[in-house]
């Protein structure tokens, strides 16, 4: 922690060790090329075919990249926290009595290359949550 003085006031800035911006964001949907069509209407996104094999797409927004994946009928958003090293961040979760769930989210290389890695978490209330460590260029 820094403080520093200002006037007669101190105040204190605190430095995160992971940064916690909103990095990454996934829609689930029943059908992605349905969603495809929808938001890309909506919001005038941009599309490619995503990496999980099942029909799914890549999303380019101006300015947080994300993903539609179907099947996944009336889900509500993934929202993805970025962080610096996933490893540490998924010890610190443990630490602060939150879990990590075994579910892989595209955890092949090529996949971590393109896109970074992933992984699902809950807070210590059962909240769901996740983390990205984008790809080394991002």
Not at 42 to 57: H, I, Q, R, V
Not at 62 to 68: E, H, L, S, W
Not at 72 to 86: E, I, K, M
């Amino acid at each position: 922690m820094e403080t520093t003085d200002s006037s007669d006031l101190s105040y204190a800035r605190w430095e995160p060790s992971m940064a916690g911006e909103i990095s990454f964001f996934e829609l689930g949907v029943g059908d992605a090329e349905k969603a495809r069509v929808f938001y890309g209407g909506l919001f005038d996104w941009a599309f490619e075919p995503g990496p999980s094999g099942g029909g799914g797409f890549a999303v380019q927004t101006p300015n947080v990249p994300g993903g539609v994946h179907g099947g996944d009928p009336g889900a509500g958003p993934y929202v993805f926290f970025r962080v610096a090293n996933l490893k540490s961040a998924l010890e610190r979760v443990r630490e602060l009595g939150g879990t990590v769930d075994d579910f892989e989210v595209g955890d092949d290389d090529e996949t971590a290359a393109a896109f970074g890695r992933f992984k699902f978490c809950h807070d210590d209330q059962g909240s769901p949550f996740g983390l990205h460590e984008p790809p080394p260029a991002a």
